[in-house]
C-alpha cells in the first residue's frame, strides 16, 4: 500500500505502544517524496510510528517513510536482506542493472555494489554504504517462474519473477496460505514486456507463419518448407533445452494450445543468443527466441487463420497485438517487505526505470506515438475483414476521424467477462492520465475508440465498444479530475469493424476487445 492510500484508509487508531513522555514535532515523508506530514511523534516502536496531527492520530510503518526533526528516533540501521528468484529471463541482465542504478541513485550515503561469489547458480550483491556498512544483501536466483512463486510461496524469496501469469492453482496456494490474493494489484506487477519471435535465416522467402503451422513444424508433423509457402527444402529446428524459461513460455504460448510437443529430432542450442546466430546462417533454420536477442535472424509476422498478418515490433507488443506477446512479472506475497525490496521494486515500476528496461533488450511501458501512415497494414486488414459492405460507411467514417491522428501504444482491454480493466490497464491509467496533463498535450485532442469482437449482434458491439470507451475516460478523471482542462477528451465506439486478430479464435477476439488512444491537433471546423 502507497503512503496515500495509507493516510487515507487508516482507522486513527493509537497502536499499543508506550507514549513518549516528551512528544517532539516531526516530519514524516513517503521514501519516494510524494507525501508530506507533520506532526507531534507521539511513539516509535522500531517498525511504527505513531504521530498525532490535525487529522487525528496515525500509524505509518517505519519502512514507508523518513524521519526528520529532533525528536526523530535514533534508530540502529539494519541491513535489508533479501532473496529474488525465478525468471532466467528477467534474473540475468535487467534485475543486477535496476540494483545496481537504484543503489546509486536512490539509497543514501550509498558507496558501492560488490558481487560476491555466486553459489549454485545465484548472483549475490552487496550493497555497501560510504563508511563500508553494508546496506543490503541481494540473492539473484535464476531459475524459471514455476520455481520462484514456490520460492516466494515458501517464504525462501522476497520477490519472484515471471514471464507468465500465477496459475489459478497457484493463486489457491497463496491464498491458502494466509498470504492474500497473489494476483491482486499490490502484489502483482507488470514490469515489462516481450515477444516470442519465430526466427529463420534472412535467405529464406517465407515472411509468415500461422500459430498451428508452426506448432506443427516443431512438433516434427511438418518437415519441409514447401508446405509453409518456401522452398523444397527440409526445416531444421532450433530450440532451448527444457530447464530455459523461454523454453518453458514457448510451450505455454504454442505448443499447448494446439495440443502439441516439441519432437525429440531437434537441435538444442544453449543460449537465446547463439539460436539467433545459427538460425540466421541457416537458410532452412527455424526457431524461437525473445525480442531482445532476435538480432540477425528474421522474425516473421504471424498470420491468422483469417488471413491477418501481425509483425513483431516493439508497437505491435505494447498494444498486446501481436499473438505471442507476453508480459513479465514482479510478485510479492501480502507481507512487509524489506525497505531496498521495496525500494527496489517501486524503481522498477517507475518511469525512470523504462530507459534500464529498454537497454536490456526489453519492451518497456513507455507510451510511444505511431503516426496513421504505419497503420497501413491495420487499415488494409480493416477494409479486407469487411465484406459486408452496409459497413463500409462505419469504416470511411473511422478514417475520416484518424486520418490526421496518432496512436498512442497505451490500449485498454478488460478482465475476461467483465467490465473491469485488467492489470495492465490499471496502471496505464495513471502513465496515460501523468502523459496528457503533460504540456505537450496541452490543447490537442485526445480520442478514445472503442472496438469489439464479431460475437453477437453488430449495433449492439457498436454501443457496448463506445460504453467502454467512456468508462477509460471516465477512470483517467477519477484518476486526474482537472485533466480536461488541458486536453480535450472525445469517445467512439466502432464495433467489430476494425479487427486486429481474428475473431474465429480466442487469442484474436481478445485482441480485438479494445479502447485504442488517438490524438490530434485541435482544429476549427466550420
Known sequence: MNLKK???????LLMATTLSTSAQDVTLTALNG???IEGELLSFDGAVYTLGTVLGTLTLDADMVRCDGAGCPVTTSQASEFRISGSRTLSKDLIPSLLRTYGSDKID???QINRTAAQAGAANYEVVSTSGDMIAAVDIAPSNTTDGLSDLLRGEATIALASRPARNREARAFEEAGLGDIRATQNEHIVALDGLLLVTSPDNPVRAITEQNAALAFAGRITNWAELGGPDAPINIYVRDTNSGIREVFDNLLMRPNGLQIANNVILVQSDEALSQIVAVDPNG?????FADGDGAKALAIEGVCGLQTPPNAFTIKTEEYPLTRLLYMYTASNRLPEHAKGMLDFALSEEAQGLISEAGFIDQTIREASVDSQGLRVASAVVANRD???FPQLQQMMEQLISSDRLSTTFRFETGSSNLDARAQDDIVRLARLLSSDAYRNKEAVFVGFTDSVGDPELNRQLSERRAGQVVQELLDENPDLQS??????IGYGEISPLGCNETNTGRRINRRVEVWVRDVVARN
Open 6 to 12: 495509507h493516510l487515507y484508509t487508516s482507522t486513527f
Open 286 to 290: 527455424l526457431g524461437f527466441t525473445n
Open 486 to 491: 488541458n486536453v480535450a477528451l472525445q469517445t
Open 34 to 36: 510524494d507525501v508530506t
Open 389 to 391: 459492405f452496409s459497413t
Open 109 to 111: 550515503a550509498f558507496g
